[in-house]
């Protein structure tokens, strides 16, 4: 089981950036799906997540400015990011809770992150 993170990148002040991840491999369920994000020499932190349902949550901080979205299609979750500022530079994390077999419980899993930088 992956997940595969895409997107990220560099983006002036106020601009927007779009992140993709999507779950490979062989799975029976896919519950919570999420963003996470690690500022420099600061704590891993959730940005927003988003349930099998379509329950949506954000952080204060991004609230109003990124939307969490998810295909469970195509297991893929994506994060829009607007009004982008430099406290938005961080490496961001995709998460998952996912369940690989039907008699197994759901399991946290983690992409391997992707850099976003905000310049000023």
């Known amino acids: 089981v992956q997940l595969q993170a895409s997107g990220g990148g560099l983006v002036q002040t106020g601009g927007s950036l779009s992140l993709s991840c999507r779950v490979s491999g062989n799975i029976v369920g896919v519950q919570s799906m999420g963003w996470y994000r690690q500022p420099p020499a600061k704590e891993r932190e959730l940005v927003a997540s988003?349930?099998?349902?379509?329950?949506?949550n954000y952080a204060d901080s991004v609230k109003g400015r990124f939307t969490i979205s998810r295909d469970n299609a195509k297991r893929t979750t994506y994060l829009q990011m607007h009004t982008l500022t430099p406290e938005d530079t961080a490496v961001y994390y995709c998460h998952a809770d996912i369940k690989r077999h039907y008699f197994a419980v759901f399991v946290d899993y983690w992409g391997q992150g992707t850099l976003v930088t905000v310049s000023s």
């Open positions: 988003i349930t099998s349902g379509g329950v949506t």
